[in-house]
């Protein structure tokens, strides 16, 4: 297990920029995929990008490609969310999530660590 916690959510005009971080405990972080999810309001909590463990491979929604960037510190044990041309589509609760599997890491439900998420809004 390993305990998450987001900082660097707020309330940003539309064509701004945030970047958000998740903090990680424990001495595993290199072993994990780490994932950002996002859930606005009223809808489902859906994938915005992974990173896995020794960073050979990252996929992002279709919706954020080209704006948004995930990287990962293992030195720091930090995932960071760059967000650049926001919109107010943007607009939602982001969660840092962190899991050991290896397959259907597109999907909330294969992983076992959350933050408590940050709050994104993007005023148009």
């Known amino acids: 297990q390993v305990q998450l916690v987001e900082s660097g959510g707020g309330l940003v005009q539309a064509g701004g920029s945030l970047r958000l971080s998740c903090a990680t405990s424990?001495?595993?972080?290199?072993?994990?995929?780490m994932a950002w999810f996002r859930q606005a309001a009223g809808k489902e909590r859906e994938l915005v990008a992974y990173?896995?463990?020794?960073?050979?491979?990252?996929a992002y929604a279709d919706s954020v490609k080209g704006r948004f960037t995930i990287s990962r510190d293992n030195t720091k044990n930090t995932v960071y969310l760059q967000m650049n041309g926001l919109s107010s589509e943007d607009t939602a609760v982001y969660y840092c999530?962190?899991?050991?599997?290896?397959?259907?890491?597109?999907?909330?439900?294969?992983?076992?660590?959350w933050g408590r998420g940050t709050q994104v809004t993007v005023a148009s």
């Open positions: 999530a962190a899991t050991l599997r290896r397959v259907l890491i597109q999907s909330p439900e294969n992983y076992d660590n």
């Open positions: 424990g001495r595993t972080f290199s072993s994990y995929t």
């Open positions: 990173v896995t463990s020794d960073r050979s491979n990252r």
